[in-house]
Every structure is written in C-alpha cells, then in structure tokens.
C-alpha cells in the first residue's frame, strides 16, 4: 500500500498540531493515477538531470581512466596532491563551523528579536552574496591584505615595524569563505525560522520549559533541514571553491586549483583524477549529511505565525544595536572598498593606508568603452534563461523529492545536490569535453563555442540551490495537506496551485534569487567555457585587471554589484506582491 | 508567474539580436585588451564586412583551450605566446601551416622550420625591483644574485605553472645547469634556494603588480616589456636590470589554428598585424619589441635600441625545452614549491 510518508515521525514533547496522515483516504484508482503521475513527472527530469549533470561526469571519469592507471598511480604518489586533499578537507570543515557560527545567531538575532538597527541589520545582512566570487577575493585583499587597508591601519596604531598579519594560507581561505558563505545559513535559517510558529516557543515557556530546554528541544529540532541543507551548501562550496585559493594560493594547494594547474601543465589525466577524487569526496559527505539530515524530520503544518521579543534589558539595549552597527561594518567593508579602488587612480596607491588620489577616469573610461554593454547585457541574459530552467525542474524535483514516494527518488535526490560538490571547474571541463560536437548515438549535441554552453553551465550550478531551497521549504509542509486537498475532491494541478506552490514560494525565491545571482557573476566556469560572443561581465572584470586596469576593473565590480542587487529587489517586490494576492491556504 | 516569462521572452529576444550577418574573426591572445582593441579597430577599418573578435587569455591557456576545442575550432587566428608553446602546439597538431610574406626577415630561431608559426615580438626576461625599497646599487645584478640570503621573503614571482614567462625563465636556469653539470639537480637546487627566498607566488601578473608597487615584496623576475609598461602606465616606482650574465629572450610568435573557419581572413589578419608599420605601433605605444629584423632601427624607441645593444642573449635549447619543460614543472610543482624554506 502506498503510505505518504514512511519515515518515522518522532512526537514532540509538547502539543504541536501534528496532523497525522490517513491512509486509505483514497480509493485505489485514484493512487493509481497520482503515482502513474508522479513517474510520468520523474522521468523526464532525471533524465534532463542524467543527461546534463551526470554525463559529463562520466566523460572525466573516463578520461581518468584513457591511459590505462597511469593517471592514478601518479596522483597516489604524488606528495602535493596529497597535501592538496588535506587542505581541501581542512578547508570545508573549517568553512562550514565558520559558516555556521555566524549564520545561525545572526539569524535567530534577526528573526526573534526588535532592537533599533535590526532592520538596517537585517536588509545588508545577505549582501557578502552580492559581491561576485572574484570581486569579493580581491576585496578581501585590499581590505585585510599585507598592505591592506585595514592592516595597515592596526600597523600605524599598534606602531608596528611590519604589518601585524598576512592574508595567506588555510586560514585567509576560511576567513574569506566565513564571510561570503554565512549567507547561505543565514538565508536557509532564516527561511525555516519564518515558518516556525512562535506560539508554539510560548506554549513551551508556559510549560515552564527554560530559554535553553525550548532551543534543544523545540526551535532547534525543527530548524534541523534548513541548518543541515546550508551546511551542506557550506561544505560543498567550500570544497570547490576555486576564486579564493587561486589568488592566495601561492602557498597552498587546494584540489580545485590543483586540477587547473594539472590542466594546464598539459596533464589532462591527472586532472581528470583529481576531478574524480574531489566529486567522490564531495558526494560521500552529501550522503552522510543527508542520512544525517533524514534522521529528523518534524512537520508545521500552517504557516508560521512570529512575534519579535522586544529587547528590554539595559544593556541588551545598549549593546545589541552596536553590535548591529560593528556587523554592518564588517559586512559592508568589501563593497565599500570595491567602490573607493574604482575611484582610486591606477598606481598612484603604493606605502600610504588609503588611496591617495581619486579619479573619475575610471568610470569615464568604462562608459566610453563601445564593448561595455555586451557583458552585461549577456551575463543578465543567461542568467535570465539559467534561473528560468532552474525554477520549472527544481520545482518539480523538490516536489518529487519531498512529498512523493516511487523508485528512484533517492536517485534523483542525489542528482539534485551533486553540481554542488562538482566544481564548477569540473562541470565546465566536463562539458567540454561532452558537448563539443553533434554525435546523436552518443547523445552530444555542440554546445561549446555556442551561446548555449554557459546558460547550461549556469544552469547546472543553480539546480542545488533552487531545490534545497525549495525542499526545505516543502518539508516544513505537512504532507497531509495534499492528501487533504485530493481527498476534498481537488485535482491535481489545483493541489500544486493551491496547496504546494505557496508552500514552496519562500523557498522558490530564496532560491531562485541565489541562482540568479550566482549566475550573473559567475566566474570559474565561465573563464573556462565563454566565447566572445557570450562573454559575462566576470570575464570582462577579469580582461581589465589582465590589462592592469585594476580601477576600471573595480568600476565594473561595483556595476555588478548594482546589478545584483537589483535582482536581489526584483526579487524581494515580486514576493511582497505574491503574498499579497496570496492563496487562501498560504495566508 | 506572467511577468518573469515576459522577462524571459524579452531576454531571449535580446540574445538572439547579436547576430551582425558580418565575417567573424576569432583571435585567441593574451597580448591584453589595450593592443588588441587597437588591431581590431584598424583592421575593421580596412574592411567593413569584417568583425574581429578577440578573446584575451594566457599564453598556456590558448593552449589548453585549442586542445580542447580540436574536435570543433572555434579560433582563426593564435597570436602570442612564447615559442616553446607553439612548438608544442605545432607537435600536437593544432597549428595550420602559413607563410607570410616577410617570412625571409627574421631568424631561423624565431620561427617554424614548417611554417606552423612565426615570431612577431621579443621579449627579455628581466630582474625588476621596487626602487622604493631597493638602491639600485643593493638590486641583484645577474641570477645568481637573487639566490642571496638578504632577499629571504621579499621576493614575489608569478606562479611559474600558469605564467609563460615564468616556465621560460625556470626551463632557461635548468638547461643552463644541466649543460654546466650534465644533470637537472643542480638546476633542481637552484630553483629551490630561490623557493626559499620567494615569499609569494601569486597567480596572476595584476596582482603581482600591486604586490611590487605596493612592497609587499622588493624584487621579481619577470619580462620587460610589461615591466616598461607598468612603469609608462601607472608610474608605480619599477625598475629593472638584464642579468649580466645573459637572459632568455622570448620569441613571441603568431599562428593560424588548424581548421579556422575564416582561412583567409585569418592570413589577411596575420600579415595587417606584422607589418613594419604595425609592429613599428606595437613598439611605441604598446612596448614591444619587433621580431622582424628589417624594421628600421631609428624608426623604434630609444630604450628597444638599448635593450638590443646592451643585451646579452642566454642561448636555450628549444627543442629540449619543448621535450622537457613539462616535465621539470611538474617535478618542481610536486617536490620544490614551498620546500625551500625547510631545508
């Protein structure tokens, strides 16, 4: 018999609306045709899902494996890809506890608490993801660098000889990934705290429950899916990323920037190994996080209902708002050193704390540039159509996945998440090597050199973070609510329209939002696979500062920067309209 | 849901709009976006039906991509890159066979014996220093001399696996210690005294640049030509000397990629670019330094007339380096980088 949910739920300690499933509800055709359904509905996706994320994957593994184990023998004895894998994993682990120490609180501050500042606080608090891989690296530099801004100035406090740190190694890599990827908790945190319903902590407390017991056993529990999908993220990122190793690389070797190096030592093999390793080590810790993730699993059936504690202590009330403003600092320092360099005139910044000269050029020269709209006009292009593909397959993948049972959800619940761990690197060789002409036996078709590559390759990087976001989304549903609309006598679009859309629109946005933002300034994958007719805006940041045009570079990072928060408010409008005119289960 | 599928449909049209109907140029290059706009232009000029689209990369990066793209070129036109890498190109089949028309004007070692590729700049591999942080009477003066303990950690170099520059000047110390003793450790020693004095590999040359204007470290290896350009550009406090002992002069070249869509358009591009008169643009405003030995001496700037008078060249085995060269990166990658400072 087909049960709507097998895993076991475990009963809170307090009352909570938990609606328990009733099955045989429905009558055995109408199972029937939900589950022809729900296969009709999974097919075509995993095979969209096989043939774009899996297959070229399969190329690489393949090409390990073109000449003989030769490739792998080398990789095996090979001290620097053996410190390159230690660091790799010192890196994750280190970014993801980094992450998730500052995503967590920021967001429980943000979300249960009024104090004057919050909203200041809590509208820049996902900025560190407007500021495009590259971009934000070399911001970083600038700012905590040898000669960096900040640097300098603890320097001429402290009067020190010679700079007090320097911004290389494990850690820089870390600190850069703690600022950047925090966001993904925070925004995942953020998303589940929402549909919490804080009555449920009141009922708690009226209970007699103590501030710690309600965390443990009540707020904590049911954030578990949207904590452990952002750590996931956290790691998988982390485990890829390329942008920051590559400039304060110098002294250490991290896998994705090890493979590059074999690529371009005319080592394809063994870069298809270290490909290989990376993916393999990637898609071990999906799994384990996702038993992990599996293992709790609390429902909400409603949306959540929140109420803001009113800080009222002394001196919570005078430390939370300075903290709010140390964190906005903190938090909008890169952007504004990114703006300051772009009117920083080219060279004439050596031994001093700030620039000292300042320039219009920069921009003068950008807005003369014939070329200047072409990037920017392909970059919003292709993250248009990327975002579009994404939303219609992660959708119905993160539905498949959350609210229906058949063979091969497993399969496709991995599909979903392993681009993530792939990167980004990996995916575009992969591509590269697969798409690069018409065989239709083979199933290639000739994508590179083609418009089309790097809205795939887009494409593909979005896919987890629109259907984790939107799988959590859809968890904190209950999936009675379906059942209860079948059982009303709606159909099955009406259910989706009415029932499962609303549910997963914080999600759908959220991730959406990412994805769209993550591709407009996408970088790694872009450098490898553009052409000049499809060239981004990354690409064209990266050709300013080949051409030493490091304030022009910066003109074009802070038009970037513009663009994606645009998107960013695009996005936040549609919502508030959407929930406006909202359905009558969402409200 | 309408108004995003209105968005896409907009987008979809905009993408679509990019089609000119013109003949597309396709040039791989990393010679940087200021010298290539400038042929772009002017060679558009000479014919309006022609879009030349250049596409600005490293010189080992042109390499990778053209062997990724074999199956499907989507370049015309190669232009620079050491010759070492067009040599491994040439042996890998990627390069199409042409012969301009001042082929007789430059030599032997600046081009193809099969016409696969030819040279178009020189390029001198300097010791350049901050002049900020160093006299120039304390600055190194030949090879050896950055090797001197009182240079631990204030030297910064490209990281030589990415950069042509780089490779060229790590190949020319190896074969210049393997004629000399008869085997690479030595060669091997040297490189890693020099990992103990560099404090920083960085990845690309921008961030070099910053690193050396700002002191980050004091002294670099690097090539001339970008040197002379950092100091017209951006009046950073840069100088540099050529090792006394002798230098690797790079041959930068030009080539035709095998299987370009627009063959002869990509000759006509090949000799508008090598022309006396252009190379003659490429050496003054771009600090080049003309491979073709029939441009008038007087014609050139004054510090190519130096450069050429004071220079000694290092002379390098090429076909050694085209055997060799990868595989002494990659020893160097996997037992020298950040060893020498635990010995």
């Known amino acids: 018999m087909h049960t709507p949910n097998k895993t076991p739920r475990k009963t809170l300690r307090f009352p909570v609306p938990v609606i328990d499933p009733i099955a045989g509800s429905r009558g055995p055709s109408a199972i029937r045709s939900l589950q022809s359904r729900t296969l009709l509905l999974a097919a075509p996706v995993i095979a969209i899902l096989a043939w774009t994320v899996v297959y070229p994957n399969i190329s690489v593994i393949v090409g390990s494996l073109a000449d003989g184990a030769r490739a792998w023998k080398e990789f095996f004895a090979s001290p620097a890809d053996r410190e390159a894998v230690v660091s790799t994993l010192i890196v994750s682990v280190g970014s993801v506890i980094a992450a998730t120490l500052i995503g967590v609180p920021l967001a429980f501050l943000l979300a249960r608490f009024e104090f004057r500042g919050r909203r200041t606080l809590s509208a820049i608090a996902t900025l560190p993801a407007a500021l495009p891989p590259l971009v934000g690296v070399v911001a970083f530099m600038f700012l905590y660098g040898e000669s960096g801004v900040v640097t300098r100035i603890v320097q001429h406090a402290l009067g020190l000889e010679r700079a007090p740190w320097s911004l290389t190694g494990l850690w820089a890599i870390v600190f850069v990934h703690a600022y950047t990827m925090y966001v993904y908790v925070f925004l995942f945190v953020s998303a589940g705290l929402e549909r919490i319903d804080t009555t449920l902590d009141e009922a708690a407390e009226g209970l007699g429950a103590s501030r710690a017991v309600r965390l443990r056993r009540v707020t904590l529990p049911l954030l578990t899916p949207s904590i452990g999908g952002a750590m996931l993220l956290v790691f998988m990122s982390a485990l890829g990323s390329f942008s920051a190793p590559y400039v304060f690389g110098g002294g250490i070797r991290v896998l994705s920037t090890q493979i590059v190096a074999s690529k371009l030592n005319g080592n394809l093999g063994l870069a298809y190994v270290e490909t290989t390793v990376l993916a393999l080590a990637a898609i071990v810790g999906l799994v384990v996080l996702r038993r992990f993730e599996r293992r709790r699993s609390y429902a909400m059936s409603g949306k959540g209902r929140q109420t803001r504690v009113v800080v009222t202590s002394p001196l919570a009330r005078a430390l939370l708002p300075a903290l709010a403003i140390a964190t906005v600092a903190v938090l909008l320092l890169p952007h504004a050193m990114v703006v300051l360099v772009s009117f920083a005139r080219d060279g004439a910044w050596t031994t001093q704390v700030l620039p000292p000269e300042y320039t219009l050029d920069n921009f003068r020269r950008m807005a003369t540039d014939p070329a200047l709209w072409v990037p920017i006009r392909n970059s919003v292009t292709m993250a248009l159509i990327a975002t579009a593909a994404n939303v219609v397959v992660c959708f119905v993948a993160a539905y498949l996945i959350v609210l229906r049972r058949f063979p091969g959800r497993r399969l496709l619940e991995l599909l979903v998440a392993i681009p993530w761990a792939i990167p980004a690197t990996a995916i575009a060789i992969g591509l590269a090597s697969t798409f690069n002409r018409n065989d239709p036996l083979t199933l290639r078709v000739l994508l590179v050199g083609t418009f089309w590559i790097l809205p795939l390759a887009y494409f593909i990087r979005g896919i987890p973070l629109v259907a984790t976001a939107v799988e959590g989304s859809l968890k904190q549903m209950d999936p009675s609510l379906e059942d209860a609309a079948h059982g009303l006598g709606g159909s099955w679009l009406m259910a989706v329209r009415r029932v499962i859309l609303p549910a997963a629109r914080p999600g759908l946005i959220a991730g959406a939002l990412l994805a769209a933002v993550t591709a407009v300034g996408e970088f790694v994958a872009s450098i490898v696979l553009y052409t000049h007719a499809n060239r981004p805006i990354a690409v064209e940041i990266l050709a300013q500062l080949r051409s030493l045009a490091f304030g022009t570079a910066a003109a074009y990072s802070v038009l970037l920067i513009g663009l994606v928060l645009t998107i960013t408010l695009l996005a936040r409008w549609t919502e508030g309209r959407m929930a406006r005119s909202g359905s009558p289960v969402g409200a | ?343």
């Not at chain 2, 090797?147 to 490209?158: A, E, G, H, S, V």
């Not at chain 2, 004629?179 to 070099?208: C, F, H, M, Q, V």
């Not at chain 2, 627009?262 to 003309?290: C, G, M, Q, W």
């Not at chain 2, 450069?307 to 060269?325: C, F, G, H, I, N």
Request: with cysteine; proline share 6%.
């Open chain 2, 1 to 343: 849901m309408i108004r995003p599928l209105a968005l896409l449909s907009v987008a979809l049209l905009l993408a679509c709009g990019g089609d000119s109907g013109k003949n597309v140029l396709t040039v791989y290059s990393p010679h940087g976006k200021d010298l290539l706009q400038h042929y772009e232009l002017a060679f558009e000029r000479t014919d309006s039906t022609v879009d030349v689209q250049w596409v600005d990369m490293g010189s080992q990066e042109v390499l990778d991509r053209l062997r990724a793209e074999a199956a499907n070129p989507q370049a015309d036109v190669w232009f620079g890159a050491p010759a070492e890498i067009f040599e491994r190109a040439a042996k890998e089949g990627l390069l199409e066979p042409h012969r301009p028309t001042w082929a007789a004007s430059v030599p032997d070692e600046a081009r193809d014996p099969q016409d696969l590729w030819y040279g178009t700049y020189l390029t001198p591999e300097v010791i350049a220093y901050n002049s900020d942080a160093v006299t120039d009477a304390e600055a190194p003066k030949d090879w050896d001399d950055v090797l001197d303990p009182k240079w631990r950690d204030r030297i910064i170099i490209r990281d030589p696996i990415a950069s042509g520059t780089m490779r060229a000047i790590f190949g020319a110390i190896i074969a210049r210690e393997l004629a000399r003793t008869g085997s690479t450790r030595a060669g091997y020693d040297w490189l890693l005294r020099l990992d103990a004095n560099t404090k920083e590999y960085t990845l690309n040359p921008t961030i070099l640049f910053q690193k050396l204007g700002r002191q980050e470290g004091a002294v670099t290896l690097y090539n001339m030509p970008d040197m002379a350009m950092l100091q017209v550009r951006t009046k950073m406090p840069v100088k540099w000397v050529v090792p006394t002992s002798g230098t690797p002069v790079l041959v930068e070249g030009i080539a035709i990629v095998k299987g370009a869509r627009h063959p002869e358009l990509a000759k006509r591009f090949y000799e508008f670019v090598t022309t006396s008169e252009a190379l003659r643009a490429a050496a003054n405003d771009f600090l080049r330094i003309p491979a073709r030995t029939d441009v008038p001496a007087d014609s050139l700037p004054a510090w190519i007339r130096e450069a050429k008078e004071t220079m000694k060249t290092m002379a390098v085995d090429r076909q050694l380096l085209a055997d060799s060269l990868d595989v002494w990166m990659r020893y160097w990658d996997a037992n020298i980088r950040n060893r020498g400072k635990r010995s």
